[in-house]
């Protein structure tokens, strides 16, 4: 069972920067990718942003040029540099990995991003 802690969250005004992180813990084989994907009120939770542990990011297109998304060097913690936040991007931020080797893919509990305008 793989563990994920988020942290990072807060309230920033319109403009503002905040950088996400989360911790994997537990797994007993190799997590393969980490992500972060989003869910406003009343809407389904939505891609944001992956990294594999090779290195190769994909962004969803409404964040691509703001958000950056890298990887610690023990390729257990994966980090959401988020810049120029938009009212748009409040949302609860979840964590995601991946273990390919057993298709299994984990979620954090998630933590509140709130962007005023």
């Known amino acids: 069972q793989v563990q994920l802690v988020e942290s990072g969250g807060g309230l920033v005004q319109a403009g503002g920067s905040l950088r996400l992180s989360c911790t994997a813990s537990?797994?007993?084989?190799?997590?393969?990718?980490m992500g972060w994907y989003r869910q406003a009120p009343g809407k389904q939770r939505e891609f944001v942003a992956t990294?594999?542990?090779?290195?190769?990011?994909n962004y969803a297109e409404s964040v691509k040029g703001r958000f950056t998304i890298s990887m610690g060097n023990a390729k257990n913690t994966v980090f959401l540099q988020m810049n120029s936040l938009k009212p748009d991007d409040t949302a609860v931020y979840y964590c995601?990995?991946?273990?390919?080797?057993?298709?299994?893919?984990?979620w954090g509990q998630g933590t509140q991003v709130t962007v005023s305008s």
């Open positions: 995601n990995a991946l273990v390919a080797a057993i298709s299994r893919a984990y």
């Open positions: 537990g797994a007993k084989l190799s997590i393969s990718r």
């Open positions: 990294i594999t542990t090779g290195g190769t990011t």
